[in-house]
T-cell receptor, first 113, second 117 residues
């Protein structure tokens, strides 16, 4: 079945450092790809998504590009802030109506001032 | 995007008891999903609930342990029955994107943090 692998954490960075969280996937079809973020004590929020190859999703300074040839969707941010401290989940879905989601294990990011 | 609320936000329960978690959405949605997030882990789908039909459970989850109701298009409940400490988790409700450009997304509630003693 479909699966998502992502960089194990925790990741600790200093404020203004560059962030990369690697995500690769295995899927039989052409899924949509997502990054969700979970701040402490909260549910998941969609950070960005891409629905087809070479699409770039971006939001709040975060970016990720759907790379079909490498089956990857790495998350990047040029300059992290303390407020970015959270758990980041890479996910895929082959459903048109929001079903059939597969989540990665999550990567905990801590940003120090 | 849908706004989702869950009650209770957290609870501490004794083993052998049951807890019912409510999920309310501010708009009509077709599918509602219930996830379990064990401490420090990712999300595991428990079941999908469609209005007017029985919930569809994932492997490893059974209706006797996690009965679900879906009485209308904006509300669902998940009951955790005969609880043990292994049921201590965050339980998350989510909904589908209900069509449109965000139709393939899921929107999540804030979660219910359950501790079983």
């Amino acid at each position: 079945g479909d699966s998502v692998t992502q960089m194990e954490g925790p990741v600790t960075l200093s404020e203004e450092a560059f962030l990369t969280i690697n995500c690769t996937y295995t899927a039989t079809g052409y899924p949509s790809l997502f990054w969700y973020v979970q701040y402490p004590g909260e549910g998941l929020q969609l950070l960005l998504k891409a629905t087809k190859a070479d699409d770039k999703g971006s939001n709040k300074g975060f970016e990720a590009t759907y790379r079909k040839e490498t089956t990857s969707f790495h998350l990047e941010k040029g300059s992290v802030q303390v407020s970015d401290s959270a758990v980041y989940f890479c996910a895929l879905s082959d459903g048109v109506y929001g079903q059939n989601f597969v989540f990665g294990p999550g990567t905990r990011l801590s940003v120090l001032p | 995007s849908a706004v989702i609320s869950q009650k209770p936000s957290r609870d501490i329960c004794q083993r052998g008891t049951s807890l019912t978690i409510q999920c309310q959405v501010d708009s009509q949605v077709t599918m509602m999903f219930w996830y379990r997030q064990q401490p420090g882990q990712s999300l595991t789908l428990i079941a999908t609930a469609n209005q007017g039909s029985e919930a569809t459970y994932e492997s490893g989850f059974v209706i006797d342990k996690f009965p679900i109701s879906r009485p209308n298009l904006t509300f669902s409940t998940l009951t955790v029955s005969n609880m043990s400490p292994e049921d201590s988790s965050i339980y998350l409700c989510s909904v589908d994107g209900a069509g449109g450009p965000r139709g393939n997304e899921q929107f999540f509630g804030p979660g219910t943090r359950l501790t079983v003693l």
